[in-house]
């Protein structure tokens, strides 16, 4: 269970640096040359993407179970 544990704190840790990463390298664009590459886009949308998979998937489960518990202990 230990062991769990922490690997949900390293997803939602990737899921957190990586929205910061793609945030932190918009501003320097934006400031740097007043634009913000499609590439970059790319990045941003793709980074959201997966935090927000990572962040909405465990929810889903979650709620999974709590429906599989709820039906056993009926």
Do not use: P, T, W
């Not at 949900?8 to 400031?31: F, G, H, P, R």
């Not at 909405?56 to 709620?63: A, F, K, P």
């Amino acid at each position: 269970m230990e062991n769990q544990k922490g690997f949900k704190i390293s997803q939602y840790a990737c899921a957190v640096l990586l929205i910061v990463s793609s945030i932190a390298l918009v501003a320097y664009q934006v400031i740097k040359i007043d634009d913000v590459a499609g590439g970059l886009l790319y990045y941003v949308a793709q980074s959201f993407l997966l935090a927000g998979s990572i962040f909405g998937l465990d929810q889903y489960i979650r709620i999974i179970k709590k429906q599989y518990h709820e039906r056993e202990s009926k």
